[in-house]
């Protein structure tokens, strides 16, 4: 029998497998709760931490104002990304929804990544404070 280290990819605790994982059961939880958890999407441990995303209307708040800002004229957004610098289609990326006005334009790739690497996501709301101080 193999002890391995491993960490639950639900509430991100180590633990111990005292079997091998096998292509039915990879040993992904540290117990039956975890992945019954995982399995209803809810939240626990270190993702209840996080606290939870915010409503949709606040979200969509948010967006209608800057489409409106940019509909009058009022913000013009840049061609590039406000990151990497490419040109092309640009996301609208909030990095906080109750300061709407506080947005970067990033292309998808970026944007994804900034969803997913909270370094990223400080770093793309530095740039939104910029470009918010120079309007």
């Known amino acids: 029998m193999i002890h391995v280290a491993r960490r639950c990819e639900h509430c991100a605790r180590p633990f111990i497998a005292d079997r091998e994982p096998s292509t039915h059961n990879p040993l992904r939880f540290c117990s039956r709760g975890c992945a019954a958890a995982a ?8 993702r209840a931490q996080l606290g939870s995303p915010p409503s949709p209307r606040i979200r969509n708040r948010a967006s209608g104002l800057v489409n409106q800002r940019i509909r009058r004229g009022w913000a013009v957004p840049p061609i590039r990304c406000q990151l990497c610098k490419l040109p092309g289609k640009l996301d609208k990326h909030h990095p906080d929804y109750q300061r709407p006005d506080l ?4 292309c998808r790739s970026c944007h994804m990544r900034a969803h997913s690497n909270e370094k990223l ?15």
């Open 103 to 106: 947005v970067a334009f990033l």
């Open 39 to 46: 399995r209803r999407g809810k939240p626990i441990g270190r």
């Open 121 to 135: 996501n400080r770093r793309a709301a530095e740039v939104a404070r910029c470009i918010a101080k120079a309007a």
